[in-house]
Nanobody, 122 residues
Framework: VQLQAFGGGWVQAGGSLRLSCAASGRTFSSYRMGWFRQTPGKEREFVAAISYSGATTYYADSVKGRFTITRDNAKNTGYLQMNNLKPDDTAVYYC????????????????WGQGTLVTVSS
């Protein structure tokens, strides 16, 4: 499956952004979807994941209560709504898909989008 992430940008602390992840090539609903982020010099960090149907979601503690992951299988698109953004949220955000249960482990994802930059200023 091919993934394309977009929607990043610049926002002031406390603001909101919505990232989108468009999938093509295979049946999107056959894959769990996750969002990860990475800053220079740091390891890739799990942000959120969602089950095939969208019924179950998982979040990193650092974003719980501020970020919401959803998906629309009819549109082959996943989303990450980010509210109350903080400067520490500044990173390149990647969407990814897999078909196993290791939702928080990046190397267990098979397909990755190209990343979209989110910059949060204080």
């Amino acid at each position: 499956v091919q993934l394309q992430a977009f929607g990043g940008g610049w926002v002031q602390a406390g603001g909101s952004l919505r990232l989108s992840c468009a999938a093509s090539g295979r049946t999107f609903s056959s894959y769990r979807m996750g969002w990860f982020r990475q800053t220079p010099g740091k390891e890739r960090e799990f942000v959120a994941a969602i089950s095939y149907s969208g019924a179950t979601t998982y979040y990193a503690d650092s974003v719980k209560g501020r970020f919401t992951i959803t998906r629309d299988n009819a549109k082959n698109t996943g989303y990450l709504q980010m509210n109350n953004l903080k400067p520490d949220d500044t990173a390149v955000y990647y969407c990814a898909c897999n078909q196993n249960t290791d939702y928080a482990i990046g190397r267990r994802y098979d397909y990755w989008g190209q990343g979209t930059l989110v910059t949060v200023s204080s």
